[in-house]
């Protein structure tokens, strides 16, 4: 589903911030992405919506790469992958329901479609009761779950999160990775940057660790349901 071969990339020429990254990520497949700040854990999630370009190497998703990629097939590039990044800020001024549905409006989807999917999404959610409220009337981790409806809501084929619990307490934590974990288990791939250490060995999904920009290990997914 995600393949990058000899991928780096460097913001200022001087430095990379990714250095001959090579991986493959299976669909379906939940991914943890971890390191230090500056490891380039946001810098590898950015290239895979074509939101940077790679100064080096492939990254190929859905059979083409994308590093390369231009113009109208990188919108075409998004429609199959959901991203949650802290700084996609929900619209303040549109109700929950208009944050999940906008995604689909642009898919020139009928108005009943819309609601129906939205409606569906949000009860997945635990948010079906809150879809009339503003965003700003919601808890810090319900605007998360609002952010995770709207990224999903198309059921993209991927999906990117760069610290989605950023800020919440212990139990939104989990409430929003068995979220994202759920959605791998209906087919879509993960990946999810995080600093929670916590995290990484509850679910023992397969970790990815970022070290000065290369990858330092890449530690299997394992049984931890005894
Ligand atoms: N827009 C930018 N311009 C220049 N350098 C950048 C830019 N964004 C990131 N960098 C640099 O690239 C490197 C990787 O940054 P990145 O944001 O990917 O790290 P990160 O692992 O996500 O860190 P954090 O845990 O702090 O979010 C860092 O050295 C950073 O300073
Ligand atoms: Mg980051």
Redesign the pocket.
């Known amino acids: 589903m995600i393949r990058m071969y000899g991928v780096s990339m460097s ?2 020429a001087s ?1 990379y ?1 990714l250095r001959d990254v090579s991986l493959d990520v299976g669909k379906g497949e939940f991914v943890f992405l971890t ?10 999630l950015k290239l895979l919506f074509a939101a940077e370009r790679s100064t080096e190497g492939q990254i190929i998703i859905r059979g083409r790469n994308i590093a390369r990629m231009r113009g109208a097939a990188i919108p075409e590039l998004r429609r199959h992958v959901g991203v949650v990044f802290q700084d996609f800020k929900l619209l303040n001024r549109r109700t929950v329901e208009e944050n999940v549905s906008v995604a689909l409006q642009v898919r020139g989807e009928a108005p009943r479609i819309v609601r129906a999917k939205a409606f569906q999404m949000l009860k997945q959610v635990g948010l079906q009761n809150r879809r009339h409220d503003y965003p700003l009337s919601l808890s810090g981790g319900e605007q998360q779950r609002v952010a995770i409806a709207r990224a999903l809501v198309n059921d993209p084929e991927i999906l990117l999160s ?2 989605p619990t950023g800020n919440l307490d212990p139990d939104l934590t989990l409430e929003i990775m068995d979220l994202l974990v759920q959605a791998s288990t209906r087919g879509t791939t993960v990946l999810v ?1 995080t ?1 929670e250490h916590g995290l990484l060995s509850r679910y023992g999904k397969r970790v990815i660790h ?1 070290e000065h ?1 290369r990858i330092a290990r890449d530690v299997p997914a394992h049984d931890v349901s005894t």
């Open positions: 913001y200022l430095t911030a390191g230090s700040s500056g490891a380039g854990k946001t810098t590898l760069d610290e940057a600093h970022l920009g």
